[in-house]
């Protein structure tokens, strides 16, 4: 009876020492998985952010762009307001002359240049 109950007792510790191993090595199998599945996160978290990088260094360099031209444009606009008044002045100047006068003015200014 002794011996029946001492090799209960190691089939019982057998057996838990069975089912020990089994859950140590179900709680590992499922840590390399976890393991894995934050290793492709981080892979796609640091892949959209060079992309996210990548897109604001184009948006950057396209406002500057913008910028440049939104100047020259300026530029343009204020030289066009200078001829604009340029020749304004100078058909005011050449209203009060005759056409003889005009004439030789306009031949004179074109020597000129």
């Known amino acids: ?17 069975k089912k020990a191993e089994s859950i140590v090595s179900d709680a590992l199998r499922e840590r390399k998985e976890h393991e894995q599945q934050l290793r492709k996160l981080e892979e796609r978290l640091s892949s959209k952010e ?5 897109r604001r260094l184009e948006v950057e360099q396209e406002r500057k762009g913008v910028e440049t031209k939104v100047a020259e444009v300026k530029r343009v606009h204020e030289r ?30 074109v020597e000129k240049k």
């Open 50 to 54: 060079e992309g996210v990088e990548r």
């Open 80 to 109: 066009l307001e200078e001829l604009k008044k340029e020749h304004s002045t100078a058909l005011e100047r050449v209203s009060q002359l005759t056409a003889e006068e005009a004439k030789a003015q306009l031949i004179a200014n």
């Open 1 to 17: 009876m002794f011996l029946d109950a001492k090799s209960k007792a190691q089939e019982t510790l057998d057996a838990a020492a």
